[in-house]
């Protein structure tokens, strides 16, 4: 089983069809914005003109996505997933949705034969190019084990989550857990850099104890440089605390802390931070503090 199907070649689909790819897998290719496929078609991609086409000619398709309603148009849609598939074939959610949506998912690909696992990644772009997503997959475990070299062309570790919708309900809590980290680290190094400490050694010391993270890290040195080339996008981030805003509601869970760091989070967009780094957020404790979070002194205002 290695005719795959990629749907979405955004900031993580580009680098996880080109490990695909370089792993020996026959990759069918097709994103809603034309001109993204061209470094996958020199690995040797076949670009596809819908997604229907996609899932006829493949035996797996995964997708990529950005939200639900772009999800919606790509499996439902006039020409979509849905439209081409046929008994046997796994389709694949590596996008970051509502449980009730991959729920949805799952129960149209089961009246068309088919299977759906909802399979969301840890791991920023860096991790997309370089093989190394960790999959938290819903699903049937019989179909996991099937796929499981499929994913693992892309990532480093595969886990099961339990049934449909298990993957997305991993994935929101644990992106909740990633945008609290960040406003964290954002917030520790405006105390920091406000009581006139260098930022770099501030950043070493988060690393060097109690505080140590993932966030610190990855995000540290964007913070420090005010690098904010896109690894995981600020309304992104934003648009899965909301979700995880509204499954945390359902599921009557109080999160005064995620509640905080979205509306964190909306202010960076407000200021015109969203197609930045989602480490952008920074940038609103900068304009509050009156100095740049490497400690420098020079100010703002």
């Known amino acids: 089983m290695n005719k795959v199907g990629f749907i979405g070649l955004g900031v993580m689909g580009v680098g996880m069809a080109s490990n695909l790819l370089r792993k020996g897998c026959e990759v069918s290719v097709y994103n809603r914005t034309p001109g993204k496929a061209e470094s996958l078609l020199a690995l040797g991609a076949k670009e596809l003109d819908s997604p229907a086409s996609v899932a006829a000619a493949s035996d797996v398709v995964i997708t990529m996505i950005s939200n639900d309603a772009a999800i919606r148009e790509v499996y439902w849609g006039e020409n979509g997933i849905f439209a081409g598939t046929r008994s046997g074939i796994t389709l694949i959610d590596s996008s970051t949705i509502s449980p009730t949506l991959a729920k949805e998912l799952a129960a149209e690909a089961e009246a068309h034969g088919a299977a759906f696992l909802d399979a969301p990644v840890t791991g920023s772009?860096?991790?997309?190019?370089?093989?190394?997503?960790?999959?938290?997959?819903?699903?049937?475990?019989?179909?996991?084990?099937?796929?499981?070299?499929?994913?693992?062309?892309?990532?480093?570790?595969?886990?099961?989550?339990?049934?449909?919708?298990?993957?997305?309900?991993?994935?929101?809590?644990?992106?909740?857990?990633?945008?609290?980290?960040?406003?964290?680290?954002?917030?520790?190094?405006?105390?920091?850099?406000?009581?006139?400490?260098?930022?770099?050694?501030?950043?070493?010391?988060?690393?060097?104890?109690?505080?140590?993270?993932?966030?610190?890290?990855?995000?540290?040195?964007?913070?420090?440089?005010?690098?904010?080339?896109?690894?995981?996008?600020?309304?992104?981030?934003?648009?899965?605390?909301?979700?995880?805003?509204?499954?945390?509601?359902?599921?009557?869970?109080?999160?005064?802390?995620?509640?905080?760091?979205?509306?964190?989070?909306?202010?960076?967009?407000?200021?015109?931070?969203g197609a930045l780094d989602m480490s952008s957020v920074g940038q609103a404790y900068e304009q509050w503090i009156g100095r740049k979070l490497s400690g420098r002194s020079d100010n703002l205002h």
């Open 125 to 273: 772009k860096p991790a997309a190019e370089g093989g190394t997503l960790v999959f938290m997959v819903g699903g049937d475990t019989d179909k996991i084990s099937e796929v499981e070299n499929i994913l693992l062309a892309m990532g480093r570790k595969v886990i099961p989550m339990g049934a449909n919708g298990s993957g997305s309900i991993a994935k929101l809590a644990h992106n909740t857990i990633v945008g609290i980290n960040v406003v964290a680290l954002a917030e520790g190094m405006a105390i920091a850099a406000s009581g006139g400490i260098d930022g770099s050694a501030f950043v070493e010391l988060v690393q060097s104890g109690g505080a140590a993270s993932k966030a610190a890290e990855m995000k540290g040195p964007k913070l420090l440089e005010g690098n904010y080339d896109v690894q995981f996008s600020l309304e992104l981030m934003l648009k899965d605390l909301r979700l995880s805003s509204v499954l945390s509601d359902s599921l009557n869970v109080p999160t005064p802390l995620l509640e905080a760091s979205k509306s964190l989070f909306q202010v960076g967009e407000s200021m015109g931070l």
